[in-house]
């Protein structure tokens, strides 16, 4: 998931705890990867995170690889600080589950929402969750292409404050 944009990476990753986010916006070096997270484990082994989005470029080294970037990423932190890397990937494991009450809410809202847009015969519109409230939207808002993470977005602000490791550049 991931493939060009960093979003879902990037929300994952802060809300996960993790101590590195890679995605497709920003340059890496698995070296510069490597040296924060023996920082961050001070020289040994611990538990880090290190969120991958699916689009990042492959490590120079592992550019013929035909495993997954995920993997290619833990070999390469492996090999570089000697410790047990190891990749889940997340398509694996996203299988829903039950719905929380909040989801069962939404749902239910959204739905008598968009039947009231139908019944005023507004069309074209997508219902929206803003500030607390079911709103629409149009929907050429929502189709105009993919959005990308920048620099100055105020979660990577965030994530750089807390210590982790976003990309080069910075």
């Known amino acids: 998931m991931g493939r060009d944009s960093g979003f879902i990476a990037l929300f994952g990753g802060v809300a996960g705890g993790a101590d590195v986010i890679l995605m497709p916006e920003f340059a890496y070096d698995l070296d510069a990867v490597a ?41 390469g932190l492996q090999a570089r600080n000697g410790f047990d890397a190891r990749c889940t990937v997340l398509g694996h494991l996203q299988r829903g589950g039950s719905p929380a009450v909040f989801d069962r809410l939404l749902a239910s809202t959204f739905g008598a929402h968009a039947v009231q847009l139908l019944a005023e015969g507004a069309t074209a519109r997508m219902t929206a969750w803003r500030g607390g409230l079911a709103s629409h939207i149009p929907m050429a808002d929502v189709v105009t292409g ?20 976003v990309g080069e550049g910075f």
């Open 35 to 75: 040296a924060h997270v023996r920082y961050v484990t001070h020289n040994r082994p611990s538990p880090v995170l290190v969120v991958v989005a699916e689009g990042i470029a492959r490590p120079l080294d592992e550019r013929r690889g035909e495993s997954s970037i995920g993997e290619a990423v833990a070999a």
């Open 146 to 165: 993919p959005r990308f993470v920048t620099a100055n977005n105020s979660l990577i602000r965030t994530a750089r404050d807390m210590g982790l490791y």
